[in-house]
């Protein structure tokens, strides 16, 4: 290490607040998306009340057009890359090491990066509010996105936070794709991963896979907008088509990249509120698999009015049409699972089963879609608002929140209330049917999505006001869940290890789990091998926690660092430098912000070891 | 009590689908998908009620199953523990393969809707044949001219169509995407900038057609509409004949002077007063005006000039017009006559109330 040229130590385990900005643990990195990402999921729902607020009634004033344009942008980029996608990462983060037996994830400082690359693109979507945030769609289609259509900074804001996402989530993936094939205790053979690693496995892939197409989409709107080129200028040669394509090439995976983690959370808690195994295990797997691997060939179903022919239609419908059976199957082995089961509805189960109950509506209204001639009906109107909610709110936010109370023991160390979390199902469940399906409705009678207002005489007015009024029942139910979290984790009864005598490994350690997470290594001998255990009586016992001598010293791990976070802030500040270019010296703040950038990853990699000893102790 | 709770959401999940079987008899809502006055809309909903029933009857089976395990197998003893069953083969296999088979036999009246809303009929004539092309935010019409296979009559916002026959359309755009909808009629086709697209529809029925923008296309997406009228093949003739000949010259001398102001305002930078041009030339930047006093509606569906029955009342479009030529921005926010037209930006070239009741006044003599 006589090479470093700067001679910063590594931090020494600090404690407070700059523990948390030089952690490289993955529970309190899985702690930090969690909490980042519902803070983001709040605004996206701030800016749907707003719209729902200004369709309540028709020819309403409250936002104006261009603000309205904004708003549906921003609440679909949002919910889509900064609530749902880390919300399951904080999941991967903090429970897939635990369900493993690994004691961190493969590259803990490059999960810290990834953290605070999210961070980082995320404050740079929501900052772009100031001075105008995008209105060209979530989708971005050519040539709304052209400097002559958009010529503000609103575009730019979107096109660079994707980005650094993009950098985040690849990040992300590889190394949780390294760590489930690397990391697994001795005997997690691949067939007896739990289902929720498995289908974060999958989803990582996907991303690795799905993340360059919209980056090098990005790329060319970039060089569309910035240098003058023709990728999406059809005065010049360039198709709008083109961007349709990448788009939903990405796109379409992405549905998955959302979907199948809140699936991997339900087949953990069905089984465990069962007490029951999970209902043909290696179907659910491979299903997820054909999922993942038909999501690439699905992607022009978003696509049938674009006039792509009908040969290429027909052939989309049928694909899409196919997607649907391994989907049907997970569903079928979800209702296996419980079938025979000695059925506990705790607030977890009760969130389990809504979402088995909405993604259902949602699959067969997708159905419904595939079907491309009527389809044309649909294409664009509110029946799509419709059906992706009772995906992505019914299915995904629904896992997601099943997943939050199913875990919470686990990560914060203490109960929840039962009671109240039962009421936010309650409120929830009955809220988004409300708010959702009155917009089959409207959708049906006509009425198009991404429009600000409407007229008196179309026949919507009805539905959409009840539909506001649904909004307002989702807000009671999701400040009930937020004060439930925020009062217990701080004031709840402490958690036992297991407190629902669950199956998997994580439940086998004290709740919250000590920082080296396993005082020893598990040796897994079966699926659900903490519930065999249990079972067997084997005395594989559950360890103390916290003694004194069980703190950790003897247990390698891997130590803070300070670099993660300068290179993340390094990359803001380049994103910033390539918006606003022109700032006193052109392009300055870009190349300050990416020597800064550098500099964090140059030390980051030549980072000395805090304790001789380990050093020589460990590879 | 929990049961209770769980019968009464399946109750309401139950009572909230007939609903929309109730819902689906609202014919008279003007743009309503259950309301076909075409085949190709017919054909459409048919397809819709297909799979809306085959649905229905997975949603009923699956969701039933649901709450019936949810009732039959909910905890009795904490210590319970049931039989550990890890999969059944033949199952799993039975809700692969019925799954599969349904949606096969759903493909086969799916791809044959397909190929018949691709391909216009046969008879299709060639005088039927005509082109829609999508402006921020109106959309402009043209038809071949009968007397001139040359020349091409250009119109806005309403498109004229013989009942009973099949319609052919051509779509373009000229700024960003739209798509072209008239939901009793037939379901949208994009309007994709240099990459001409087709549709065809017919209408059974004489009457007045609600049509809107349905792919996002900036600021006023929401208020960029059209109307389909169907009329007799005859009266379709005579309208065509009306067309494309210029507004008869008005002798109110206000509209004469509002002639005037027309041009010295620049409005014929952008706006068109007459309607025959060269086959595939390139339109003005905003609707053609020769006959702006003879639609039913102002600033593309935005503004209503007609009475019930479909007839233009001069009040209400001498109003519509004074209320689009005062402020166009408050109409449809963000159009380009109020960011484009000096009379707008330029405050020393702003239009005088005199001179915005003498445009009316000649726009309103445009019949």
């Not at chain 1, 022919?309 to 059976?325: C, D, E, K, S, Y």
């Not at chain 1, 879609?369 to 509110?382: I, L, M, N, R, W």
Request: proline share 6%; aromatic share 14%.
């Amino acid at each position: 290490m006589s090479t470093f040229p700067i001679s910063i130590p590594r931090p020494v385990h600090p404690t407070g607040i700059w523990g948390w900005f030089t952690t490289v643990d993955h529970k309190r990195i899985g702690i930090l998306y969690g909490v980042t990402a519902f803070i983001m999921f709040l605004t996206g729902g701030v800016e749907a009340i707003l719209m729902r607020v200004q369709l309540a009634g028709p020819e309403l004033d409250i936002v104006s057009a261009a603000v309205f344009n904004q708003l549906f942008t921003m609440h679909g980029t949002t919910m889509i890359f900064l609530a749902v996608m880390p919300l399951s990462a904080a999941f991967f983060n903090f429970i897939i090491p635990l369900q493993i037996g690994a004691r961190d994830v493969a590259f803990p400082r490059l999960n810290a990066f990834s953290y605070w690359t999210f961070l980082a693109g995320a404050l740079m979507l929501k900052l772009s509010w100031i001075g105008g945030a995008t209105d060209a769609g979530w989708f971005g289609y050519a040539p709304l996105t052209s400097v002559a259509q958009n010529p503000g900074t609103g575009i730019d804001f979107w096109i660079i936070s994707l980005q650094i996402l993009g950098i985040a989530s690849l990040a992300a993936s590889f190394n949780f794709i390294v760590t489930v094939i690397n990391m697994r205790a001795p005997g997690m053979t691949m067939m007896r991963l739990p289902l929720f690693t498995w289908m974060s496995f999958i989803t990582a892939i996907l991303l690795v896979l799905a993340f360059p197409v919209i980056t090098v989409a990005l790329i060319e709107l970039t060089f569309d907008r910035y240098f003058m080129f023709n990728f999406f200028n059809v005065a010049n040669g360039g198709s709008v088509v083109l961007w349709q394509h990448l788009f939903w090439v990405f796109g379409h995976p992405e549905v998955y990249i959302l979907i199948l983690p809140a699936m991997g959370i339900v087949s953990e808690v069905l089984p465990v509120f069962s007490k029951k195994p999970l209902f043909g295990y290696k179907t659910v797997v491979l299903a997820g698999i054909i999922i993942a691997f038909m999501g690439w060939m699905v992607w022009s179903h978003h696509m049938f009015t674009v006039g792509l022919g009908a040969v290429a239609n027909a052939v989309f419908t049928v694909t899409t049409m196919l997607i649907a059976v391994p989907t049907g199957i997970k569903v079928f082995n979800w209702l296996g699972t419980i079938w025979g089961g000695s059925i506990r509805f705790t607030t977890p189960m009760l969130f389990s089963i809504g979402f088995i109950a909405m993604f259902l509506m949602g699959g067969i209204s997708g159905v419904m879609h595939a079907v491309s001639p009527s389809d044309a009906q649909q294409q664009d109107t509110y029946f799509i608002p419709a059906h992706l909610h009772y995906v992505l709110f019914g299915g995904a936010i629904m896992g997601i929140l099943s997943g939050i109370f199913y875990w919470f023991p686990k990560y914060s160390g203490k109960m929840y209330s039962e009671r109240q979390g039962k009421i936010s199902f309650w409120l929830i469940m009955i809220g988004q049917n409300v708010t959702f399906f009155p917009m089959h409705f409207v959708g049906l009678d006509g009425m198009p999505r991404r429009i600000y207002t409407y007229a008196d005489n179309m026949g919507w007015n009805f539905w959409n006001g009840v539909t506001t009024g649904g909004a307002f029942i989702l807000v009671l139910g999701f400040l009930l869940v937020l004060d439930n979290i925020g009062r217990h984790w701080k004031n709840g009864e402490p958690a036992p290890s297991d407190p629902w005598d669950a199956r998997t490994l994580e439940w086998s350690i004290p709740s919250p789990p000590p920082e080296y997470n396993f005082k020893e290594i598990p040796i897994v001998r079966s699926l659900d091998d903490w519930w065999a255990t249990k079972q067997g009586g084997a005395n594989k016992e559950v360890p103390a926690s916290g003694g004194s001598e069980e703190n950790g010293h003897d247990i390698h791990l891997p130590q803070p660092s300070y670099w993660p976070f300068v290179s993340a802030a390094g990359l803001l500040i380049a994103a910033y430098g390539v918006v606003f270019n022109d700032l006193l010296i052109p392009w300055g703040l870009a190349a300050i912000g990416l020597t800064i950038g550098f500099v964090g990853v140059y030390a980051w990699s030549l980072e000395p070891v805090n304790d001789p000893e380990e050093e020589d102790s460990t590879h | 009590m929990r049961l209770q709770k769980i019968s009464k959401t399946s109750f309401l999940i139950a009572t909230t689908l007939l609903t929309l079987l109730i819902t689906a008899c609202y014919p008279d809502h003007n743009q309503s998908t259950f309301d076909p006055q075409g085949p190709v809309a017919e054909s459409q909903l048919h397809l819709f009620w297909w799979i809306f029933w085959g649905g229905l009857v997975v949603f009923v089976l699956v969701e039933g199953a649901l709450v019936y395990a949810m009732i039959k197998f909910r905890v009795r003893s904490e210590s319970d523990i049931p039989a550990q069953t890890h999969g059944n083969t033949r199952l799993e296999i039975i809700w692969t393969a019925v799954p599969a088979l349904l949606l096969l036999i759903i493909m086969v009246p799916t791809i044959n809707g397909l190929f018949y809303m691709y391909e216009a009929p046969k008879t299709t004539k060639p005088e039927h044949t005509l082109e829609a092309i999508g402006h921020q935010w109106w959309f402009e019409f043209r038809y071949p001219d009968p007397t001139n296979s040359e020349k091409e009559i250009v119109t806005a916002n309403e498109v004229y169509i013989p009942v009973g026959y099949p319609v052919a359309i051509n779509l373009e755009s000229v700024d960003v995407i739209h798509s072209f909808w008239v939901p009793k009629l037939a379901g949208k086709t994009d309007m994709v900038p240099s990459e001409g697209n087709f549709m065809w529809f017919q209408a059974d029925e004489p009457g007045e057609y609600y049509g809107q923008c349905a792919e996002y296309c900036g600021t006023s997406h929401a208020n960029m509409k059209f109307k389909v009228i169907a009329v007799p093949e005859p009266d379709f003739k005579s309208w065509l004949q009306v067309q494309s000949n210029p507004a008869l010259e008005s002798s109110d001398p206000l509209a004469q002077e509002g002639a005037g102001v027309f041009k010295s305002a620049g409005c014929t930078g952008c706006h068109a007063t007459k309607t025959v041009v060269n086959k595939g030339s390139k339109g003005r930047v905003g609707p053609n005006l020769a006959h702006v006093a003879s639609r039913r509606n102002l600033a593309a569906g935005m503004l209503r000039n007609s009475d019930e029955n479909g007839s233009v009342n001069d009040a209400l479009l001498q109003k519509n017009l004074r209320t689009w030529l005062q402020d166009p921005n408050e109409v449809k926010p963000g159009n380009l006559m109020s960011s484009g037209a000096q009379v707008y930006t330029d405050p020393d070239k702003k239009l005088t109330e005199e001179q915005i009741s003498q445009l009316v006044h000649y726009l309103s003599s445009l019949k």
